[in-house]
């Protein structure tokens, strides 16, 4: 495949969108507000396992303005889901804390919330098991874990191979539970009417929801349209149809009336998803000189009892370096408790936490440089598969991100450099994804003006991607991005794959390129088209399903330093770089800001983010910004991203590799190093609070 010619792809093309966000006129979901609109505020089970037997309804309904206290007993019927967590309010069944037992409706957000608060609800409940274990009798191995990836691998005879090895790293790393935090939270407007419905929804893909709710309310999917025009972020928890958009509909269709409905922060700790948490082990085996002859990679996780989720943490490992003998593994067990899903870079992100901190541990065992370890291990092909790497340049990164950080003279002593009371200490780690491509449709039109309107149902859920759609559309017209109105958000638009897995721009610019072209090809043959105007359209399935088989991933090197405080144990990242192999970059300044936004959520995930689980309630404790903490622009300090040119042919037509995720992959790992090399502490549990250094 050649890359099209490009004349404003890889230009800092101002947000297209930008005044409209930045006056106050880009609408969200919960902005639009139809005619007879209500407004619903959704009740959480206050138990971790049961069933609801009965719920008092009598003084909830005499508050003035109340309309209706929807639960099992009167909900609307849906059909049953592939996803049990859509089935709300159809069942008496309680499976976690926190799910969705009934809606109050009102006139007013207030009298809907008082109605909520003054439900009298009779449980009959259960004793329950919320608690991950290494142990877990209920461990199971699944079929397969999340997108598809075989859940084991196995190379070799790694058992014998760690034996044999000289020198061995063997050690249990842990990530807690984390919960996406969106600046907006999840929220929906649904409105019946006769020609079925309609969702202002905050989604990450609107074709998704419709076919999803479509689906569930037994309807064509023509006769759902789902709208979302500007979303304010997502992270993946709003990239698949919840409870929360479900029970809009559902309460809309109930009363006959348009319903507003917004997750309130506290509930979006139970119903919109988490990361699990994850214990993992990593078994290195290596030569005196580093050559890894053995890498082993085992993973534990839990899902809830009603929809099973597997998060692919070892997956990465399975294309970073080459050994000869490898075993990965996933195991879950279903526990009473929330449904985990989607949060950026699910998989690689904590299984790389474990990985390359594991890699340190081997350079330092070793006594080789970690940048060294690294480039050592490089494999010619994907060690797993066999197929060739379409490019592959985390040499690049490590070397280049060595280079600018100052690397080259580190003394690689612990606990050598105190300067007045505070340890400094740096550390490196390389980062993955893949890059993936979904089928998309896309059409391209040139209006009798003069202008192009190019259509397609990608989401911009904060990115930049209408952005990038302009600039990929006018190479591919050979136009300027001002002649090109590019209209997203809408699923009345041709279907789109949804913005996630770091796809959005690779699966949409393909189908953008090729009706244009398409549109272009039209034009040539036509003669005067000013009048009635022309239109191509373009379904990348074909394509996409004819791609050959490589091994196609980004690659980056993270280098992180931090100050500890001897005396507090509290830490600081003075400084983070990346440097990220990420294909084609099209915009320089939306992508650095994907870049440093992941490395921002990395430091997070690093030093604060953590869910707290209490065994006896049966559920997260911590359920607010005030209680769950997430990095703010004071823990942000000098933070810069880079990337390498990368001309890889056989991506796309724009040559990109998508750069949502990677810039959280490694991050954790960086700064863990980092407090290593400053204290000569290894944390293996993540976050790294001062308490687990003053121990
Ligand atoms: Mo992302 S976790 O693929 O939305």
Redesign the pocket.
Known sequence: MTTTARKYVGTALDRVEGMEKVTGRARYAYEHSPDELVYAVPVQAAIARGEVRAIDVQAALTIPGVIAIIWHRNAPRLAPPDNAELSVLQSARVAYRGQYIAVAVAETLQAAGDAARSLSVDYASEPHDTELRADHPGLYRPEKVNAGYPTDSEHGDPDAAMEAAPIRVDAIYSTPAEHNNPMEPHATVARWDADGLTLYDST?GASAVRATLAALFAMPPANVRVIASHVGG??????LPLAPVVLAALAAKHVSRPVKLAVPRQQMFAVTGYRTPTIQRVRLGADADGRLTAIVHEAIEQCSTIREFVEQTTVPTRIMYAAANRRTTHRVVRLDVPTPS?????GEAPGMFALESAMDELAIACGIDPVELRVRNEPDADPESGEPFSSRNLVACLREGARRFGWTDRDPTPGARLVGRTLIGTGVAASTYPAYRSPSQASARLEPDGRYTVRIAATDIGTGARTVLTQIAADALRTSPDRVTVEIGDSALPPAT?????MGTASWGTAVVRACEALRERVSRSGDVRSTGLEATADTKEEIGAQERLSRHAFGAQFAEVGVDVDTGETRVLRMLGVFAAGRIVNPKTARSQFIGGMTMGLSTALFEESLMDREFGDYLNRDLAQYHVAACADVRDIEAVWVEEDDPHLNPMGTKGI??IGIVGTAAAIANAVYHATGIRIRDLPIRLDKLLR
């Open positions: 990450q997502g992270f993946g928890s709003k990239g989607w949060m950026r870079a699910p949804l913005a996630g897995g770091s949502g995720e």
